[in-house]
């Protein structure tokens, strides 16, 4: 079966780093996305990694290794307002996204 | 960049009314769109894969004849829950796939619309 991996809560201090993992088991693949969900709102697109290395984008960055089903999302210089949860997206053989069940980020002052 | 709006935010009806729920890409067009459901502190569940000018492709355990979906146009698909029960309170998000600054087709999601049945 396909399966994506990510702890389901972290907690982490303002302006801190704070590295959120994900593993996945899918179908092939033709991608890995991360998103960001803020309580009761939709989710908004972070970012895009296909080929192993890392992405950086700001203050978030995102790393792939493909050979070993593993993904990170690391932000930095924490606020208060990265308080969310972040999901782990697989795009599968078939195009289909498998989703993580999310890891809710806490950010304590 | 891209924006999917999706109407209404929030909603409230009584058992046994079926209630509609829009989504729309406002800037580009969208030959296919998303659906889900978002129990709370749940991932997103997909509902539903909606076909512009054809039928929609429901995932496994998701009742085609209670959750009505039309896709008119490339940028209109909506999403109807008819006969609505308690159970069927939830958080229903509305995606579709655009190209994206790096390249890869993004879902970019409407910003949900929360429907309590009383």
């Not at chain 1, 179908?27 to 970012?47: D, R, V």
Request: aromatic share 12%; hydrophobic share 35%.
């Amino acid at each position: 079966g396909q399966n994506i991996d990510q702890p389901t809560e972290m907690t982490a201090t303002e302006g801190a780093i704070v590295q959120i993992n994900c593993t996945y088991q899918t179908s092939g693949f033709n991608g890995l996305f991360w998103y960001q969900q803020h309580a009761g709102e939709a989710p908004t697109f972070l970012s895009y990694n296909v080929l192993d290395g890392l992405e950086e984008k700001g203050r978030f960055s995102s790393f792939l290794s493909r050979s070993k089903g593993y993904s990170y999302l690391l932000l930095k210089e924490l606020q208060m307002k990265d308080s969310a949860s972040y999901l782990c997206a697989v795009l599968d053989s078939n195009y289909q996204l498998i989703w993580g069940a999310g890891t809710k980020l806490i950010i304590k002052p | 960049g891209a924006v999917v709006s999706q109407h209404p935010s929030w909603v409230i009806c009584k058992s046994g009314t079926s209630v509609k729920i829009e989504c729309r890409s406002l800037d580009f067009q969208a030959t296919t769109m998303f659906w889900y459901r978002q129990f709370p502190k749940q991932s997103l569940m997909l509902m539903a894969t909606s076909n512009e000018g054809s039928k929609a492709t429901y995932e496994q355990g998701v009742e085609k004849d209670k959750f009505l979906i039309n896709h008119a146009s490339l940028t209109l698909s909506t999403l109807t829950v008819t006969s609505a029960h308690p159970e069927d309170s939830s958080f229903y998000i509305c995606s579709a796939r655009n190209q994206g600054d790096s390249g890869a087709n993004v879902l970019t999601f409407g910003a949900g619309s929360r429907l309590t049945v009383l």
